[in-house]
């Protein structure tokens, strides 16, 4: 049993609120659900809409054909009227958002006084929403035949963006410094709400340059410090960067991705931004960039990246996109947290090459030795990555049929290769990337899935590993929009041997 549920309307109309309680019910019931959000960029107006795809079993993306659709305007049918089925039901009329809550709860089954639990947490409106929320459940007379779920396994649900949050607040962040820019803009707000509770500082600044230079100020005195940017707020960190490569300062730095160049699409999804996570800055300095696939691995990821970047004094840049940061995941299991110490000690900090004391020189000798000692890193990072899980294997581990991708797509991966002959293999680890890879991609059908429209982890495959994959079994999306479970399923189908 899997129900996609599309939730569409104009800006302000309030399609996100009656998504997540309608989500949060369904995780209380014990499904699994998964939700995404398309938007514009616009405070009012437009077409914004959510789907919602709810299982007895795993989910991790949307599908491509509509069980429900929630109309809270009347451009939404027109919009979505090729991806309904057949059999679709439809819900619409002018009412307020909470009406068609009740509709929506009465027709899954889930009781009146669930939705009202839901409406009083909210705390706003209470009153008003509820009478319009039993005037819909009242009038709703129809009922889905739904599986029972016999054991409920505890989940916890939640986006990439409050992953990230926590993943950082977990590992012992003192401060975080930003500057607004969706989709990275969501940390800032979580972390703003729960900074006294948590004790430690976030800080808006002017722009992404004062952002890192603040942030390298701050790391200098021994605390932990991360900063939160997109693509093109990281264009403008990049010098600050460098100065953390030559200096040698422990910084932590969020890069959720979003379509580019320039402002791109500003409120949709892509994977465009691997090259500079990895090249980003001038001269030879090392870092490490990590990449989740979803929220439990969000926190575990931020997690290492503060134990890295303190030990070896260098930037770690964890590596999301839209997708994932405001995507809702329900989840099996809890996070595992790798505690790190800071071990930054107050001291002369220089961004020119320095001597033993700090100061800056030219001697050739120093300048070598300095260089030396720095690239040695590498070395020892690539050892001590081992003993953590650089990637993951899915899927039947023997198939000749590999899958090799990173990031947000995981999910629709792991939808789309059910029952299939194909395993998957996840890179979470793209600097340091994964000796075993190589070993791994001998002798198979290696199929690319990317969000982006020029294949960038295929390029670091070849790179690292000598392996090139053929152009026809790339799959690459670069339209802003995410993969869907079926759609990619199709996709891997007509590439599999």
């Known amino acids: 049993m899997r129900i996609n549920i599309l939730f569409g309307g104009k800006a302000g109309q309030g399609p996100n609120i009656l998504t997540h309680i309608t989500a949060e019910a369904l995780v209380k019931k014990g499904y699994y659900v998964f939700y995404s959000r398309d938007y514009q960029s616009l405070i009012r107006g437009g077409h914004n809409f959510n789907v919602l795809t709810f299982s007895d079993e795993e989910v991790y993306s949307n599908d491509s054909q509509l069980d429900i659709l929630i109309e809270l305007d009347e451009g939404t049918e027109k919009i979505h009227k090729k991806e309904m089925k057949k059999e679709c039901i439809i819900m619409n009329g002018k009412h307020e958002n909470m009406y068609f809550a009740g509709r929506l709860f009465k ?145 932590v730095l969020y890069l959720a991705q979003r379509p580019g160049p320039a402002t791109g699409v500003a409120t949709y999804t892509g994977q465009g931004d691997l090259n500079i996570a990895r090249h980003g800055g001038h001269g030879e300095f090392v870092r490490i960039v990590l990449a989740p696939g979803n929220p439990k691995e969000c926190q575990e990821l931020v997690s290492q990246c503060f134990y890295f970047s303190q030990k070896y004094k260098i930037p770690a840049i964890i590596l999301s996109d839209k997708h994932l940061a405001e995507s809702f995941y329900t989840l099996n299991s809890e996070a595992k947290i790798t505690k790190s110490e800071k071990l930054t000690s107050l001291g002369r900090y220089n961004s020119y090459e320095k001597d033993e004391q ?11 030795k300095n260089i030396k000692a720095r690239l040695k890193k590498k070395q020892e990072i690539e050892k001590e990555a081992e003993k953590f899980s650089m990637f993951e294997v899915y899927g039947k581990q023997n198939s000749k049929n590999l899958i090799i991708s990173y990031g947000s797509t995981k ?18 680890y793209i600097e340091p990337f994964p000796k075993q890879i190589e070993n791994i991609l001998k002798g198979k059908n290696v199929i690319l899935v990317e969000n982006n429209a020029t294949g960038m982890l295929g390029d670091v495959i070849r790179e690292k590993t000598g392996f090139l994959i053929e152009d026809k079994n790339k799959i690459l999306k670069f339209n802003g929009r995410p993969f869907l479970g079926d759609e990619l399923r199709g996709e891997i189908e007509r590439r599999e041997r």
Not at 358 to 367: D, L, S, V, Y
Not at 418 to 423: P, Q, S, T
């Open 107 to 251: 027709l899954l089954g889930i009781s009146f006084n669930e939705l009202e639990n839901e409406l009083r947490k909210l705390g706003k409106k209470v009153e008003e929403n509820l009478r319009n929320a039993k005037q819909g459940y009242d009038e709703e007379k129809r009922k889905l035949k739904l599986p029972e779920i016999r054991k409920s396994v505890k989940k916890e649900f939640m986006n990439g963006s409050q992953a990230i949050s926590e993943g950082a607040i977990k590992s012992g962040l003192d401060i975080y410094y930003a500057y607004p820019m969706t989709p990275a803009t969501s940390v800032l707000t979580e972390l703003a709400q729960k900074q006294i509770k948590n004790n430690f500082l976030t800080l808006e600044l002017e722009n992404e340059i004062a952002v890192i230079n603040a942030a390298i100020g701050s790391a200098i005195t021994g605390v932990k410090a991360m900063v939160g940017t997109s693509g093109g707020g990281f264009d403008l960190m990049t010098e600050g960067l460098s100065l953390t490569g030559i200096a040698e300062v422990p910084l």
């Open 358 to 368: 700090g100061n800056a020189t030219e001697n050739a000798e120093i300048i070598e």
């Open 411 to 428: 999910g629709a991966i792991l939808d789309a290769i059910k029952n299939l002959d194909c395993a998957f293999v996840q890179i979470k």
